[in-house]
């Protein structure tokens, strides 16, 4: 994590078993698998596969019978990571421990400053390396 950094306002709490599958974190594979996450030390490191740029690092605590983040994280050296939105950053880190990491399938959050003309997924894909949408409508499910 570079100098140029901010602190996140990211409040969330995994169970023992959360924390287990956190653990395992992501291992990039293929071109498309666009972020490799580790645990260390109670610590979460976020970053970029093809560069190696760490963008978000969680400190988990443990409390009781869960973890908890401490203190959360990100890049904002504009020479590494270009976005400077922390409600953004925030909402992108939740999508990604809960899609990478715990196997969930939530909704990637779009930024609001994307031009208008851009193709629907073409920066989830760049983000994520994740398919578009990551949730079928219910309109959809009855088709």
Known sequence: MPVEKSRLSF???FTQDEYRIISKGVIPVEM???WFIFLEDDALYFHRSWTGT???EL???RRGEE???AD???NRNSEQYGRDDDSYDASLLGFLIDNFLLGR???FPMPQDLPKDLPEGAYQHHIS???YPEIESDEENKS
């Open 67 to 69: 973890y908890i983040i």
């Open 59 to 61: 400190k988990l605590e």
């Open 32 to 34: 498309e698998d666009k």
């Open 105 to 107: 399938m939530t909704s």
């Open 129 to 131: 390396g994740s398919g």
């Open 54 to 56: 760490c963008i978000y």
């Open 11 to 13: 409040e969330r709490s």
């Open 72 to 74: 959360a994280w990100v």
